[in-house]
């Protein structure tokens, strides 16, 4: 596809604005010009937001609005991670024991060829108690990942696109759309705050801070993935 847009600013360069904003606050001010500057670069207006027909294009350039998705973990891990409890470790250890003195030193009434038995009953039954709590925990996984990349894939948020409010969603956000929040709204994306009035952001899922942050478009302007307004 040939780009119709001359892009004066690349996506490595937006990802390590966001990346050092805590480093150097004013980064915005010192490389592009502010918050307008950046609007220009990316050829977004804040009155009529993006036009249909670069969205394809933004998305080449810039990439989706998607996570890489991270490899599931193999059942063997879950395994592994069962097998870490301690009463199994003890159970075994106490198995293994048994095992040794069973046929090494048979008590009294048993023999070398039966000695053994009882350890191994117990490492059966920790094993099937292994085996089962992995299983559990290994399909649980599976089912969590389907829930949340159709939840996630549903997701909308309202955007500003030729003049005109739309739900668009999340996964279709390109870099440049003008994105209307609100309360109790997840940011969907990296963003900046262009204009508002009282926003106030809940930034404890990546801080731990409990406390509100309140937002000003010419201050603390960054606006993070995943928190809420």
Do not use: C
Not at 156 to 179: M, N, P, S
């Amino acid at each position: 596809m040939t780009s119709t847009l001359d892009w004066d600013i690349s996506p490595d360069e937006l990802t390590a604005a966001v990346k050092n904003r805590d480093q150097d606050a004013k980064i915005l001010e010192h490389k592009y010009g502010g918050i307008s500057g950046l609007l220009e670069k990316l050829h977004a207006d804040p009155k009529k937001g993006l036009s249909y027909k670069e969205i394809d294009e933004r998305r080449a350039h810039f990439g989706a609005n998607v996570l890489p998705v991270k490899a599931p973990e193999p059942y063997w891990r879950f395994l592994f991670e069962a097998l870490q409890d301690r009463t199994l470790l003890i159970l075994i250890v106490a198995a293994v024991i048994s095992i040794v003195l069973g046929v090494a030193a048979p008590g009294p009434g048993e023999s070398a060829q039966t000695g053994w038995i009882e350890g191994t009953a117990i490492l059966v039954a920790v094993m099937l108690v292994s085996f089962v709590t992995s299983g559990n925990d290994y399909s649980k996984d599976r089912k969590f990942r389907k829930l949340s990349a159709t939840f996630d894939s549903e997701k909308t948020i309202l955007v500003l696109r030729e003049g005109e409010e739309q739900l668009v969603k999340i996964i279709d956000l390109v870099v440049g759309d003008i994105v209307k929040l609100s309360t109790g709204n997840y940011i969907p994306a990296d963003m900046l705050f262009i204009d508002g009035q009282s926003l106030a952001v809940d930034e404890s899922s990546m801080t731990g801070e409990p406390d509100q942050v309140h937002k000003e478009s010419d201050e603390d302007y960054w606006l993070l993935s995943n928190t809420l307004v």
